[in-house]
């Protein structure tokens, strides 16, 4: 071809081999001539990225993600540094034609276009010709950009980079804490810029890129720019969500450093985390995502069960332990650590859900959504305020592994009582629920949420990877936390003295009071928990047996280990209550020792040997020492122990 003009935009792009490359070649020295035409930037670039836009979107998710052969030609053209180049190459100023920065705009969206396109070898591939190429720096920049959209554009890029292209994979710990940090400020930041942005005369322009229409009236764009605005809250978090949540699992060391390189990251996700729910937004998950990535930065390895020992726990404790203690430590410094947690759970128990469903009604009318959200999108409301709470519960429950350590005070280990025995309480099935009353409902979808999730990246990319943030649902997690609240208290011998205060001891939640937590630490009380223990126990079992049927391996592993981990914390209860609850918690070694086993099982089946190892090893340790009055068929301690043999044994084949 002997010219590249704006008018030939399609034969040059739709070019075959050699030619393709070649006008691909030609072009992208023309885009950064120093006095190019910026209309010709700006629709070349358009065209580069609808071009990779539709191969997303008409990509069939089970065929393997691959570049196609434009993708191809780009990547081998040097798109990266060619259009990072266009992006950095003019500073806004007013004077500029729009033209200009749309053209950026388009060149730095045209990149997360074709990551999305490629494998995992190509997206590593591009995702490094870009950071040579200063993505990162670019995008921290342009949060603070004269554009609202290059904000915006700034927080989907990282997003793309963390969630579909392994940017956690390499990045440094400061670097990780950079980022969290960047997002989680931009997060708290509000819409106010946003609004004033389509309501100035010289950036209201923008409101065709916000709403994908020309000539929008500065009001509409102002009344509809929140919602475009909160949209990228969510991915902004999401960010630093697919930073953490990575195959395999980040060691517990990278997450300390990065607290180390930056505690306030969590003083900043305790904020995100209470975020009001926005009326122009009614459907938002900032709130729960916060909750996940702080559940990410203090979750247990894969192969540990909190509480359960095992003849390899030297390596873990002298590893992976000590990271995670000091990470604790890094949380019960902060200010006020103990009432945020609280407040996520207070903030979630006062909102109003007819007032959320009222604004689901109002956000087209209101705030110009281009569809209303559906039932659907409201029911996923009361399930990621579901997965806040078990977040929270799961916090909890690890810091009581470290409260010596960290010196969380009585007070405190008390503040969290309340919570976690209101938690701990009956859930109606779905048979119960009285269909004339949508609370009933909402509160089941609430209370039956857990988390089992997988990097994002693994979905698009069709990998088999295990989820590596499991929680189990309240049900299981609060009556843990409550279990795990009382051994603390129990191992100070703080439980018996509980009953004869008279006033409340300094430090005590305003949320809770000196009744509530003699109420909650009543023997009887305790009796009665325990029974309502033994028996969710024995259901997250049984619902591990159905996924295992199903050959739902994953899934039922976290069940056996959920049910493990309840177990566990109700045979330290007895072991620090001198016999006072021993007939009460008489079943739960047995318990341990089967859900134990069956975790074994299930690890085997998958191939993760050292999980086997781990879960077979405690089983039988527990087998050891268990009483006869438990009634432990001595099969099952014989197949424990093969399976322990089988691990070891495919272990050192390794």
């Known amino acids: 071809m002997s010219a590249i003009t704006l008018h030939n935009i399609d034969e040059v792009l739709s070019a075959r081999e050699p030619e393709l490359s070649q006008n691909l070649t030609k072009l992208f020295a023309k885009l950064l001539e120093r006095n190019q035409d910026p209309t010709f930037v700006q629709n070349y670039a358009g065209a580069i990225k609808l071009r990779l836009r539709r191969e997303v979107t008409i990509r069939n998710p089970r065929d393997p993600a691959n570049f196609s052969t434009f993708g191809k030609a780009c990547y081998a053209a040097g798109i990266a540094k060619t259009l990072l180049a266009v992006v950095t190459s003019h500073l806004y100023s007013s004077s500029q034609p729009k033209e200009r920065y749309i053209g950026q705009h388009n060149a730095l969206e045209a990149l997360s276009q074709l990551i999305q396109t490629g494998s995992l070898t190509q997206r590593r591939a591009l995702l490094e010709e870009m950071k040579k190429n200063h993505v990162i720096k670019i995008c921290l920049s342009f949060l603070n950009h004269p554009l609202c959209i290059f904000r915006q554009l700034a927080v989907s890029t990282l997003h793309v980079l963390a969630s579909q292209a392994v940017l956690g994979e390499t990045l440094p710990a400061a670097e990780t804490a950079e980022i969290i940090a960047a997002v989680c400020r931009f997060t708290l930041e509000g819409p106010e810029f946003f609004i004033e942005s389509m309501q100035a005369s010289t950036t209201t322009w923008q409101s065709q890129m916000v709403m994908g229409a020309q000539d929008v009236p500065?009001?509409?764009?102002?009344?509809?720019?929140?919602?475009?605005?909160?949209?990228?809250?969510?991915?902004?978090?999401?960010?630093?969500?697919?930073?953490?949540?990575?195959?395999?699992?980040?060691?517990r060391k990278h997450c300390l450093d990065i607290l180390k390189k930056n505690p306030e990251i969590l003083d900043l996700?305790?904020?995100?985390?209470?975020?009001?729910?926005?009326?122009?937004?009614?459907?938002?998950?900032v709130n729960s995502i916060a909750c996940e990535i702080l559940a990410l930065l203090f979750q247990w390895p894969a192969h540990i069960v909190p509480g359960v020992s095992t003849p390899q726990d030297n390596a873990f404790r002298a590893q992976e332990w000590k990271s995670m203690s000091q990470a604790v430590s890094i949380l019960t410094s902060r200010e006020d650590w103990c009432e945020k947690i609280i407040e996520i759970w207070m903030k979630i128990e006062e909102e109003d859900w007819r007032e959320v469903k009222m604004w689901f009604g109002r956000v087209e009318a209101d705030y110009h959504a281009f569809k209303s959200p559906?039932?659907?999108?409201?029911?996923?409301?009361?399930?990621?305020?579901?997965?806040?709470?078990?977040?929270?519960?799961?916090?909890v429950s690890t810091l009581t592994h470290a409260a010596e350590s960290c010196g969380i005070t009585n007070a405190e280990i008390e503040s969290f009582l309340r919570m976690a025995y209101l938690a701990s309480r009956k859930v109606k099935s779905l048979d119960e629920i009285d269909e004339d009353k949508p609370e009933d409902r909402y509160v089941y979808l609430e209370r039956v949420e857990d988390i089992f999730r997988s990097p994002v990246y693994t979905l698009s990319l069709n990998m088999q990877a295990d989820a590596h943030l499991?929680?189990?649902?309240?049900s299981v997690m609060g009556p843990t936390a409550l279990a795990r609240l009382l051994v603390v208290l129990a191992q100070r011998k703080a439980l018996d003295t509980i009953q004869g205060l008279k006033k409340a001891p300094n430090g005590l939640s305003s949320s809770t009071s000196l009744n509530h937590v003699q109420q909650i630490t009543n023997p009887d009380v305790i009796r009665r928990f325990l029974k309502i223990a033994l028996q969710r126990i024995k259901a997250y079992t049984e619902n591990g047996r159905e996924r295992a049927r199903k050959s739902d391996n994953a899934y039922a592993k976290a069940a056996f280990t959920s049910a493990a981990e309840l177990a566990a914390a109700l045979v330290a209860l007895d072991n620090h209550t001198q016999g006072q609850y021993s007939k009460d918690i008489q079943g739960a070694r047995k318990e341990l020792a089967v859900a134990l086993g069956n975790a074994a099982e299930m690890a085997l089946r998958d191939k993760h040997w050292q999980q086997a190892l781990y879960f077979g090893s405690g089983a039988v340790s527990i087998a050891e020492n268990i009483p006869a009055s438990e009634q432990l068929d001595a099969s099952v301690v014989a197949k424990n122990r093969r399976r322990v043999e089988q691990a070891r044994a495919a272990a050192s084949d390794k």
Do not use: N
């Open 374 to 395: 559906d039932d659907d999108a409201l029911d996923e409301v009361f399930q990621h305020r579901g997965g806040s709470r078990i977040t929270m519960l799961r916090l």
């Open 269 to 285: 996700l305790f904020d995100c985390a209470v975020i009001t729910r926005p009326p122009w937004y009614p459907e938002t998950q």
């Open 218 to 251: 500065a009001k509409k764009a102002a009344e509809h720019v929140p919602r475009f605005y909160a949209m990228a809250q969510e991915r902004a978090l999401w960010t630093a969500h697919g930073l953490l949540c990575m195959s395999p699992q980040l060691s």
């Open 470 to 474: 499991q929680i189990a649902d309240e």
